[in-house]
Structure formats: C-alpha cells, structure tokens
T-cell receptor
C-alpha cells in the first residue's frame, strides 16, 4: 500500500539554492527513509530517521520527522546540478522492513 | 559494500513468453529480498517479499502464478514474469536487506521489461 505521500510538486531551482520537499503518511511507523532515483536507475538510500527521532543530518541533507503530524521533510542545502533526480520517501510500518513509497518529487537543479 | 545487482538490465520479449530477472546481493547475505515495479513517472509498488528458503509473500492484487519468485540462496532471488503481456512492461527493481541491519535496504539498478 502506498502510504508515504510527497507534496505533488516538481521543483526547479538554481544551483546553490536550497530544496525542500515534504512527505506525509497515514499510519504509525517504525522509521521513514528518503531515497534518490536518477532517471531510469535504481534507488540510492539517502537517510533513515527512526520514529523516536525528530531531526537528522547527513552532509547537505537535513531530515525532520513530526510523528504528531505524520509528516517529514527533506532539505538539500547548497544544491548542485548532480542533485537533479526524483526523491522518494518510504515508510516502514510493520516491522518486517516492507516499505511503502510515496509518489516522489522531481527536482531539477539548473547550473 | 552492500551492492545489489540485477540481470538483465533491460529485456524485450514477445507477448506470451516468460522472462526471468535475477537479483543478487554481491557482498552480503540477504535473508530477505523485495521486488517492486515502477511505471514511468510513478512511484515504486511493492510486489512481494522474498525470504530465503520459503515461499514469497505477495502483496494484495499481485498474481503469484504470474510473477514467480524464487529465493534459493542468501544471495540470489529471481522473478519470473510468466506469459508476459504488454501491460507487464515496466521497470522492475529488487532490494535486499542485510542480515545484521534490520532497516536499511539496498536497491538493485532495475530491469526494464518491454513486452511487444
């Protein structure tokens, strides 16, 4: 079942700007993960945030999680042309590592 | 580490034929592998969970007789699309979970299937 749902908007930004995308979900989760997918390729794991965490950083990535609102955000700071990709959130709810993916946000970083 | 490969990366087949896709964890043991399909500009839909040495668990709406999954070893799972039809054309992606880490999954590069 598709639980994680990003705001359905494509982002087009200039290199150096920040990119923010959101994800909402419907049921309780064990963790929420963000992935990147370049066109026609597999997924690359970016960051995982557990249900008892509120914020996590990894390099230029910052993820927040608000379990009361059942939402998460991914911030990419100082974007680069290489960040151009689709970004998906995925929730793990059942404890058996089955992931429910959101619709994805396409980000285009203009050099 | 934690590399997952898929073979083939793309395949074209005629309607009615069967196609097998392999998913391998190259440098770790994967007790569980997952199969997804993705239509153009859409998200990933989980098809089934594959456990080594046991029958796969299929998601609701996925025909197990059409999508045969075999997880014969800790490093290999196969998906066979039987009697393929044009509507089966899609991007099929597998992922594998590491035995020691319960959360993170590692995804293969995907297989583009086109049924003519």
């Amino acid at each position: 079942s598709q639980q994680g749902e990003e705001d359905p908007q494509a982002l087009s930004i200039q290199e150096g700007e920040n990119a923010t995308m959101n994800c909402s979900y419907k049921t309780s989760i064990n963790n929420l993960q963000w992935y990147r997918q370049n066109s026609g390729r597999g997924l690359v794991h970016l960051i995982l945030i557990r249900s008892n965490e509120r914020e996590k950083h990894s390099g230029r990535l910052r993820v927040t999680l608000d379990t009361s609102k059942k939402s998460s955000s991914l911030l990419i700071t100082a974007s680069r042309a290489a960040d151009t990709a689709s970004y998906f959130c995925a929730t793990d709810s059942g404890g058996n590592n089955r992931l429910a993916f959101g619709k994805g946000n396409q980000v285009v970083v203009i050099p | 580490g934690a590399v997952v490969s898929q073979h083939p990366s793309w395949v074209i087949c005629k309607s009615g034929t069967s196609v097998k896709i392999e998913c391998r964890s190259l440098d770790f043991q994967a007790t569980t592998m997952f199969w997804y399909r993705q239509f153009p500009k859409q998200s990933l839909m989980l098809m089934a969970t594959s456990n080594e040495g046991s029958k796969a668990t299929y998601e609701q709406g996925v025909e197990k007789d059409k999508f045969l999954i075999n997880h014969a070893s800790l490093t290999l799972s196969t998906l066979t699309v039987t009697s393929a039809h044009p509507e089966d054309s899609s991007f099929y992606i597998c992922s594998a979970g590491r035995q020691a880490l319960t959360y993170e999954q590692y995804f293969g590069p995907g297989t583009r299937l086109t049924v003519t």
